[in-house]
């Protein structure tokens, strides 16, 4: 049963992430992956690695990007061995006497824990399912408009002109219209132009909201990185760096300094505890109207640059 149901919750993270509605369960998700992962082991006496391939792809990049040492040393159960014992071990003639020794210790825990604390938690898989399956009803559907795309979340359009006075590709923003130049010697494609164009705005909005947050907290990342995920919106690692994906650009700028001040929080408090939401809350009032924009618009914001491209007129 619990296979069965996380194969279900893993179907459904692969077809929705990266909407944002996944953020606040992303590390209980991953959390139950490394569950999902101990339990094929042993039940299939399998590698790690082994074990790991069977996942999807973006549950594996979930993990890959997510998964700390403290994480899973938070995950599993911890075995106590008191000094005395330890004594006992030294005392062993061999390694072999003493791993023998070691695995018996282990195997003590009920082999029920696992399935115990499933189904204490079944309740909060069940409604996850639904949430999600709730979420792709309603979802907006993609129109199929090439010739435009949000900028500071507002529809744009994008046009294409050929430029005879220049060598080089060049994109301007004028009268509400993003126009793209193409150089008359330029073997740079549109959407390249474009989207370069764009990661170049996103990270002028990012730093100049971050300069204004970071004055009212005490921790300072160590560096800043405008990326292109294809999960998340943004991320801060154990390292203390933020990361953004130049996406944001297209949202509106409320949207934009919610996200930055998440990723900013994580600097003094690493985890969605009650804590942190209050502290984002309290440095960002339009929290909520910003993750119900993301919700209903995020899909919009991955639109490919080369589709939108193709429609427009060179």
């Not at 070691?102 to 195997?107: D, Y």
């Not at 073997?187 to 004055?215: C, D, F, G």
Request: glycine share 4%.
């Amino acid at each position: 049963m619990f296979e069965q149901n996380f194969k279900s919750l893993e179907r459904l993270w692969e077809a929705v992430s990266p909407d944002p509605c996944l953020y606040v369960h992303g590390r209980s998700y991953n959390w139950l992956c490394s569950i999902y992962i101990a339990h094929r082991r042993r039940q299939n006496n399998s590698g790690k690695k082994d074990t790991f391939g069977e996942l999807s792809a973006k549950t594996r990049e979930l993990i890959e990007a997510n998964t700390t040492f403290m994480d899973l040393a938070d995950s599993l159960p911890v075995f106590k061995i008191d000094k005395d014992y330890l004594v006992k071990l030294d005392e062993l003639p061999t390694a072999a006497d003493k791993a023998a020794a070691l695995e018996a210790i282990l195997i003590e825990r009920s082999p029920l824990e696992l399935q115990t604390f499933l189904e204490d938690r079944q309740e909060w898989i069940f409604q996850q399912l639904d949430r999600i399956e709730r979420m792709q009803r309603v979802r907006r559907p993609l129109k199929k408009n090439g010739q435009e795309i949000l900028f500071n979340g507002i529809a744009t359009p994008v046009k294409i002109e050929e430029n005879r006075t220049r060598r080089a590709n060049k994109v301007v923003l004028a009268d509400g219209c993003i126009t793209i130049y193409c150089g008359i010697d330029s073997t740079t494609k549109p959407a390249t132009s474009l989207e370069n164009w764009l990661r170049r705005q996103a990270r002028e909005k990012i730093q100049l909201l971050l300069e204004v947050l970071l004055k009212r907290i005490s921790k300072r990342p160590g560096k800043v990185y405008v990326m292109g995920q294809r999960t998340k919106w943004g991320n801060c690692s154990s390292l203390q760096n933020l990361s953004f994906n130049w996406r944001l650009i297209m949202a509106p700028e409320y949207v934009v300094r919610y996200l930055v001040t998440h990723e900013a929080v994580h600097l003094e408090v690493p985890d969605h505890s009650k804590r942190f939401w209050l502290t984002v809350q309290s440095l960002c009032p339009e929290m909520d109207r910003a993750r119900q924009w993301l919700s209903a618009n995020s899909q919009r914001m991955m639109v490919d640059m080369r589709e939108v491209c193709r429609f427009c007129t060179a």
